[in-house]
T-cell receptor, first 111, second 113 residues
Framework: QKEVEQDPGPLSVPEGAIVSLNCTYS??????FMWYRQYSRKGPELLMY????GNKEDGRFTAQVDKSSKYISLFIRDSQPSDSATYLC???????????FGTGTRLQVFP | EAEVAQSPRYKITEKSQAVAFWCDPI?????LYWYRQILGQGPELLVQ????????DSQLPKDRFSAERLKGVDSTLKIQPAELGDSAMYLC???????????FGPGTRLTVT
């Protein structure tokens, strides 16, 4: 079993839809949770960073972490075609810099 | 905006050949990481440097892979000999210090034939 599990998709939605992307993790030691966006043939770009449980909002993006259920979510409101990319969740323990990534979910937003 | 630079962007090599990748981190970033991303999977850490010292190379296949960061700035990752299973994207990332946000470069896509 991988430490971070993520549905690879693809997920296809119309422009303007609310998108929900999810991950689960198994290691209780994880304290930091991130979402990266990766466009085709590019490196991952940090979108959201959350410490422990709770919500964090940045524009159209909201990240949620529920440590009791080991569940990580990213919501995208008013999705745009430019949001079409692969979204990677990542987790990190308190005493390490090593990021553990999910497989990534490929999102396609069509006009 | 400062970025992590990597070269080459694409590399095709035959199995059993040697191949090398170069990374120049964001200026002033003390921590440098090499990740490998196989198609359809998330990146996996190969090696982490703090300045010129290796912090973690537990996932680096040391029989064929080597990495160095001699002056604590840019870094080279080498594979010798390359195998078909090494085909992947090799990503370099840097952070200001240990525990800080990691910024990724565009990657080097390696194809071994």
């Amino acid at each position: 079993q991988k430490e971070v599990e993520q549905d690879p998709g693809p997920l296809s939605v119309p422009e303007g839809a609310i998108v929900s992307l999810n991950c689960t993790y198994s290691n209780s030691a994880f304290q930091y949770f991130m979402w990266y966006r990766q466009y085709s043939r590019k490196g991952p770009e940090l979108l959201m960073y959350t410490y422990s449980s709770g919500n964090k909002e940045d524009g159209r993006f909201t990240a949620q972490v529920d440590k009791s259920s080991k569940y990580i979510s990213l919501f995208i409101r008013d999705s745009q075609p430019s949001d079409s990319a692969t979204y990677l969740c990542a987790s990190q323990g308190a005493n390490t810099d090593k990021l553990i990534f999910g497989t990534g979910t490929r999102l396609q937003v069509f006009p | 905006e400062a970025e992590v630079a990597q070269s080459p962007r694409y590399k095709i090599t035959e199995k059993s050949q040697a191949v090398a990748f170069w990374c120049d981190p964001i200026s002033g970033h003390a921590t440098l990481y090499w990740y490998r991303q196989i198609l359809g999977q998330g990146p996996e850490l190969l090696v982490q440097f703090q300045d010129e010292s290796v912090v973690d190379d537990s996932q680096l296949p040391k029989d064929r892979f080597s990495a160095e960061r001699l002056k604590g700035v840019d870094s080279t990752l080498k594979i010798q000999p390359a195998e078909l299973g090494d085909s992947a994207m090799y990503l370099c990332a840097s952070s200001l210090r240990k525990g800080a946000t990691q910024y990724f470069g565009p990657g080097t896509r390696l194809t071994v034939t």
